[in-house]
């Protein structure tokens, strides 16, 4: 039996700039997983190297969590994040996303501020 079908999917489309790295990284404490750093970075060069292809990106997989990335075809900008984990929220991954826009905003002031 899959244990994943048991588990809540949440997703969400997330532009990829600093945001993301903090919303992984939300995800990642709350779900107490580490993620692949190398994947991520994968995400990041896939924009700057290949705006108009497929991409396809696991982050995680465990028998019970599993969150993994989508750019689709000529949407380089955004990737879709889908987060699957048993009591995992939509209203959690909203919250985490909001953490992040807000974290990310404060490093864009101080860096604007050098």
């Not at 107490?32 to 292809?53: K, M, P, Q, W, Y």
Request: glycine share 4%.
């Amino acid at each position: 039996m899959d244990n994943h079908a048991m588990a809540n999917t949440t997703e969400t489309v997330r532009t990829i700039d600093d945001s993301l790295r903090f919303v992984l990284y939300g995800i990642s404490l709350i779900l107490d997983i580490d993620l692949r750093a190398a994947e991520i970075e994968r995400v990041f060069s896939d924009r700057t190297h290949e705006s108009c292809a497929k991409h396809s990106y696991e982050f995680h997989s465990s028998p019970r969590i599993r969150v993994t990335g989508r750019i689709e075809e000529y949407e380089g900008e955004t990737v879709r994040l889908s987060v699957t984990a048993p009591e995992f929220t939509q209203e959690l991954l909203n919250r985490i996303e909001e953490t992040a826009n807000h974290a990310s905003f404060e490093g864009w002031a101080r860096r604007r501020q050098m």
